[in-house]
């Protein structure tokens, strides 16, 4: 069974640190690009950063994550993992892991709140 399950999310402050992981079963993920992706209160999904199978390229989408946020992954434990640093109010959102183009079922995410 395809199974994309996010965790690591919680409240953290300004200028801290969170990693995200998403564990993936049901489908090789070692042959697959895997993407991060959030969803912020009253907005759209959007994309976040992305890697490709075999980890040799990162694509950060946003703007507004390149320098702070990284993607990598673990293809023998099928994990795909998100390191935020220097958090921002605005990085809170409910973040979620698929392929680039979404074409796996969502997962539930994981919500990650910055605030002081």
């Known amino acids: 069974q395809l199974q994309l399950v996010e965790s690591g999310g919680g409240l953290v402050q300004p200028g801290g640190s969170m990693t995200l992981s998403c564990s993936a079963s049901?489908?090789?993920?070692?042959?697959?690009?895997m993407a991060w992706f959030r969803q912020a209160p009253g907005k759209e999904r959007e994309g976040v950063s992305c890697?490709?199978?075999?980890?040799?390229?990162?694509?950060n989408y946003a703007d507004s994550v390149k320098g702070r946020f990284t993607i990598s992954r673990d293809n023998d434990k099928n994990i795909l993992y998100l390191q935020m640093n220097s958090l921002k109010p605005e990085d809170t959102a409910v973040y979620y892991c698929?392929?680039?183009?979404?074409?796996?079922?969502w997962g539930q995410g994981t919500a990650v709140t910055v605030s002081s």
């Open positions: 698929n392929t680039p183009w979404s074409t796996l079922d």
């Open positions: 049901g489908f090789p993920f070692a042959k697959y690009a």
């Open positions: 890697i490709n199978a075999n980890s040799r390229a990162t694509t």
